[in-house]
């Protein structure tokens, strides 16, 4: 079956610090995996994405790898801000209808 | 323009209530999407609209109606409703179904409290 498992929060970081989000999934086939993320009181903003293996999807200095061989898309950033606090979702799609969530992250970035 | 509006931002109802939840994509998406989302949960799908038809009901139950009157259109209709049917309702579309690269696009949720 197809799931997805994301380090349990909540995590709470200085400003600058580095930041690393672990994701691992079980799929079959060759799903796309997102990171998506949602301030307080909004719904999910897609963050980036990677439709296959060796993929880096990146965006607002956010990174992450489709790495098949470990089954892992961990989400990193160099450098948080205050700005970064919100809830990060890793998800999956094989082909088919569904998103498959994980549990999501809480991010605290202090100053 | 990648954007999914949804109306009311908030909404209270009593169980005895019929209300409707709205949902807008102008982005020529062919699938549309319903989750429900309670406090530091994901989010659970509920409904998949494929071409303005129903292909996806993960049981929700009858108090919960969908309807897609277009392709831009997704309204969710709601009657006796319970107290623990309070949640964040969050609509999405994509530009189809089938295909696994495709991205879902959220709107910002309807924030639904049932008295």
């Known amino acids: 079956g197809n799931s997805v498992t994301q380090m349990e929060g909540p995590v709470t970081l200085s400003e600058e610090a580095f930041l690393t989000i672990n994701c691992t999934y079980t799929?079959?086939?060759?799903?796309?995996l997102f990171w998506y993320v949602q301030y307080p009181g909004e719904g999910l903003q897609l963050l980036l994405k990677?439709?296959?293996?060796?993929d880096k999807g990146s965006n607002k200095g956010f990174e992450a790898t489709y790495r098949k061989e470990t089954t892992s898309f961990h989400l990193e950033k160099g450098s948080v801000q205050v700005s970064d606090s919100a809830v990060y979702f890793c998800?999956?799609?094989?082909?088919?209808?569904?998103?498959?969530f994980g549990t999501g992250t809480s991010l605290t970035v202090i100053p | 323009d990648t954007e999914v509006t949804q109306t009311p931002k908030h909404l209270v109802m009593g169980m005895t209530n019929k209300k409707s939840l709205k949902c807008e994509q102008h982005?020529?998406?062919?699938?549309m999407y319903w989750y429900k989302q309670k406090a530091k949960k994901p989010p659970e799908l509920m409904f998949v609209?494929?071409?303005?038809?129903?292909?996806i009901n993960e049981s929700v139950p009858s108090r919960f109606s969908p309807e897609c009157p277009n392709s831009s259109l997704l309204n969710l209709h709601l009657h006796a409703l319970q107290p623990e049917d309070s949640a964040l309702y969050l609509c999405?579309?994509?530009?189809?179904?089938?295909?696994?690269?495709?991205?879902?696009?959220f709107g910002p949720g309807t924030r639904l409290l049932v008295l």
């Open positions: 799929a079959t086939g060759y799903p796309s």
């Open positions: 982005m020529g998406h062919r699938a």
């Open positions: 990677a439709t296959k293996a060796d």
């Open positions: 999405a579309s994509s530009q189809e179904v089938i295909e696994r690269q495709e991205t879902q696009y």
């Open positions: 998800a999956l799609r094989n082909t088919g209808n569904q998103f498959y």
């Open positions: 609209y494929s071409y303005e038809k129903l292909s």
